[in-house]
């Protein structure tokens, strides 16, 4: 069963925005960490962002710390991750996953079992 869907990804110019949109099924939403992954060509997956739905609690890469932004709409079961000043190196596919335990603060892909199918991000220079 797919617990979230993914979208808003696109191809934009380096110091360029772009905001993805993960909306999570009912289970995977509640009392429960959200969290944005990405996965470049070649590299490992890596954890960029983390928020706890019932405190609204956020993590960050150091990558993308000062830059990107985890948020939520608890009535829509949406996280969003708004993403300014993009670099090259941002371009991944990026995967929003949710996890119940063991997954407060983490960016951990292990921690988190359910998936989305990604979303496309490229940052041209």
């Known amino acids: 069963v797919q617990a979230q869907v993914e979208s808003g990804g696109g191809s934009v110019q380096a110091g360029g925005s772009l905001r993805l949109s993960c909306e999570a099924s009912?289970?995977?939403?509640?009392?429960?960490?959200v969290a944005w992954f990405r996965q470049a060509p070649g590299k490992e997956r890596e954890g960029v962002a983390n928020?706890?739905?019932?405190?609204?609690?956020?993590t960050y890469a150091d990558s993308v710390e000062g830059r990107f932004t985890i948020s939520q709409d608890y009535a829509k079961r949406t996280v969003y991750l708004e993403m300014n000043s993009l670099k090259p190196e941002d371009t991944a596919r990026y995967f929003c996953?949710?996890?119940?335990?063991?997954?407060?603060?983490?960016?951990?892909?292990?921690?988190?079992?359910?998936w989305g199918r990604g979303t496309q991000v490229t940052v041209s220079s």
């Open positions: 996953a949710a996890g119940h335990d063991d997954c407060y603060k983490s960016l951990a892909s292990a921690d988190f079992p359910y």
């Open positions: 009912k289970y995977a939403f509640i009392h429960a960490c």
């Open positions: 928020i706890y739905t019932d405190s609204g609690s956020t």
